[in-house]
């Protein structure tokens, strides 16, 4: 299975997985401490999404100010994209996963795994480009 059929069953089983979860959860917990769970966890993952959003987004212009490429930056920023889309879904596995992609310490580790990976260069082309030497002599004529 190729990585888009993988991304495609675990979007569809992700809901069935959520309801049985909070099914269990509120059998064993009850419904109003699962319930204040739920809003607490929604409650983190938005102000970690705001802080931590705004931190990279700084990030972003002081790499680009002093000329750098901000590889790891946007990385970083399209996790944090990832972690706020994943609260908008009910549940407490996208809860997890959203918070995976907002702490800080979570989110460099899958940034520098991604980098290291290579998946932010397009499949087919080389990670490194070729660059050949040309040895000459020139002479300058003002």
Known sequence: MNIGQWLLLALLSLPILEIYVLIKLIGSLGFLFTLVLLLGAAALGTFLLRIQGWTTWFRVQQALARGELPAREMIEGG??????????????????????????????????????????HPPGKATREVRHTIEGEFKRED
């Open 79 to 120: 996790l944090i994209a990832a972690g706020g889309l994943l609260l908008l879904i009910p549940g407490f596995i996208s809860d997890v996963l959203a918070l995976f992609c907002l702490l800080p310490v979570t989110r460099k580790r899958l940034a520098r795994r991604i980098l290291e990976s290579g998946v932010s």
